[in-house]
């Protein structure tokens, strides 16, 4: 965790950077806003995205869960449209065997033409593993070819027409330009019209966008549908490299968390079974707390009495006394007191509902609540394949 945090600049979004040494040499770490997607959904996802596409980073590391890859598999064939230097790291392959799923990394690297590296977090060695094919990303010892997306016939004919009339230095990125034109993605247009100084607006741009559309319309393709198309494709591809890349010892591994599910996210017990939940552990956090409050209150009293006891036989003046004392003394060990207690027994429960993964699902729970509020009810959304231990 040597890491400095701040805000991404005029965003209030978080970011982490920091120092790694590996092999005498120095990596500058940047943890962008974890996302499923970068298509410009949300800040998090158009930070993500900015960040690959012009903050010129060497290596790109995309983190996967492998208890569920298949999900996490659309995010990375998104990326390989915008670079070429990706590292694939598929992490809790502990938590995979515990459920059984086997992941075949040699299979999935051949499948995406990107380097992939399964991890262990808390296993060094699977992390120098890492570091190394970072390392020789970053220094162009592997140039990898990924395995991008093929869409349908007719977008990749109009695809190709729109990469012969961007001009671009990085020829890599005019396949994802031109798939964001014929997305007409105006916030993405702008921004690479300004990092990477290139005009997107031209008028042989428009009359080939406008020849795209019309011949795209022929086939049912239209401005409403054609990201859907492009979505579907992605989703495809990444359901069919899953399939051929995951073994389930158990194909109903799932099926207690599922049973639980229906019960816990019903919209008959959902609710009620939260509330009694929420209810025990404010009234074990409220109730379990008067007695350790009482104990330190005890203590810290005794230990006043010969706070006071010893500066007055040093004879130190009354005021002097009262500003130690009465001042900070009693003020800092009665917030230590009250306050010290009840969080110590409320975070650590609240942290194994988040654990056994009871949190996501009162998210679930509260959705069209948060959403009837005007909530971006991000938090709600983003977490709900919590498992249960």
């Given at each position: 965790m040597h890491q400095h945090t701040g805000n991404w600049p005029g965003k209030t979004v978080s970011n982490a950077r920091g120092i790694c040494k590996y092999e005498n040499e120095s990596f500058l770490l940047v943890d962008i806003p974890g996302t499923y997607s970068i298509m410009s959904n949300s800040e998090e996802e158009e930070i993500a995205r900015d960040y690959i596409c012009f903050g010129s980073p060497d290596a790109t590391v995309v983190i996967l869960d492998a208890t569920c890859l298949e999900r996490n598999l659309n995010l990375?064939?998104?990326?390989?449209?915008?670079?070429?230097?990706?590292?694939?790291?598929?992490?809790?392959?502990?938590?995979?065997?515990?459920?059984?799923?086997?992941?075949?990394?040699?299979?999935?690297?051949?499948?995406?033409?990107?380097?992939?590296?399964?991890?262990?977090?808390?296993?060094?060695?699977?992390?120098?593993?890492?570091?190394?094919?970072?390392?020789?990303?970053?220094?162009?010892?592997?140039?990898?070819t990924p395995k991008n997306i093929i869409y349908e016939e007719e977008i990749e004919e109009e695809i190709q027409k729109l990469e012969k009339v961007i001009q671009n230095k990085n020829e890599y990125l005019k396949r994802w330009i031109a798939l964001k034109l014929l997305d007409r993605e105006e916030k993405i247009i702008n921004g690479l019209q300004e990092n990477l100084q290139i005009n997107l607006k031209t008028k042989k741009i428009k009359t080939t966008i406008e020849g795209a559309e019309k011949k795209l319309q022929e086939v049912n393709i239209t401005r409403e549908n054609i990201r859907d198309k492009i979505v579907g494709s992605i989703v495809k591809k990444a359901e069919k490299v899953a399939k051929e890349t995951i073994e389930y010892e158990n194909e109903k591994y799932n099926n207690?968390?599922?049973?639980?599910?229906?019960?816990?996210?019903?919209?008959?017990?959902?609710?009620?079974?939260?509330?009694?939940?929420?209810?025990?552990?404010?009234?074990?956090?409220?109730?379990g707390a008067n007695y350790p409050s009482s104990w330190l209150s005890s203590i810290f009293e005794w230990l006043q009495a010969r706070i006071i006891y010893g500066l007055e036989y040093i004879h130190t003046p009354l005021w002097l006394k009262g500003i130690l004392v009465d001042g900070i003394y009693t003020t800092v060990t009665w917030i230590i007191a009250v306050m010290l207690p009840p969080m110590a027994i409320f975070f650590p429960m609240f942290t194994l509902l988040e654990d056994l993964g009871y949190l996501p699902r009162?998210?679930?729970?509260?959705?069209?609540?948060?959403?009837?509020?005007?909530?971006?009810?991000?938090?709600?959304?983003?977490?709900?394949?919590?498992?249960?231990?």
């Open positions: 990375v064939y998104q990326i390989m449209e915008i670079t070429p230097k990706i590292v694939v790291c598929v992490n809790l392959l502990d938590e995979a065997k515990k459920k059984k799923i086997n992941i075949d990394l040699e299979k999935l690297e051949s499948n995406l033409g990107v380097p992939v590296v399964g991890t262990i977090a808390r296993k060094k060695k699977t992390l120098n593993k890492l570091m190394e094919k970072i390392k020789k990303i970053a220094s162009e010892e592997i140039k990898p207690r968390d599922r049973k639980i599910d229906k019960i816990l996210t019903s919209k008959t017990f959902g609710i009620p079974i939260m509330i009694i939940f929420l209810g025990i552990i404010l009234w074990i956090t409220i109730v009162i998210a679930f729970n509260l959705d069209k609540y948060f959403k009837r509020a005007c909530s971006s009810r991000k938090t709600s959304t983003n977490h709900v394949h919590g498992s249960w231990l």
